[in-house]
């Protein structure tokens, strides 16, 4: 991500690397959890009999499976999009 997002990872400014952080683990989100199979697969698990029944939980555990990513980075991808708009 850094290097396709061109970052100067040499830079002695600690808020610039902060920076880079953030938006080098925006484009990985996008990257492994595009936003259109994200949402479909959150109202699947949703809507499923588990999902109904354990909720945030199932639903994260779901996602984190289905992507093959950390449960972290689940959570994070749900804000990023209740912040775009939502589902």
């Given at each position: 991500?850094?290097?396709?997002?061109?970052?100067?990872?040499?830079?002695?400014?600690?808020?610039?690397y902060?920076?880079?952080?953030?938006?080098?683990?925006?484009?990985?989100?996008?990257?492994?959890?595009?936003?259109?199979?994200?949402?479909?697969?959150?109202?699947?698990?949703?809507?499923?009999?588990?999902?109904k029944?354990?909720?945030?939980?199932?639903?994260?555990?779901?996602?984190s499976?289905?992507?093959?990513?950390?449960?972290?980075?689940?959570?994070?991808r749900?804000?990023?999009?209740?912040?775009?708009?939502?589902?």
């Open positions: 991500g850094h290097y396709k997002l061109q970052h100067d990872l040499d830079t002695k400014d600690e808020e610039m902060k920076k880079f952080e953030v938006e080098t683990n925006y484009f990985a989100a996008q990257l492994l959890m595009p936003s259109s199979t994200f949402r479909l697969q959150y109202m699947k698990a949703a809507k499923s009999e588990l999902g029944l354990l909720g945030r939980e199932y639903i994260i555990d779901y996602l499976k289905y992507f093959q990513v950390k449960s972290s980075s689940v959570e994070r749900i804000f990023e999009l209740l912040e775009d708009g939502g589902f």
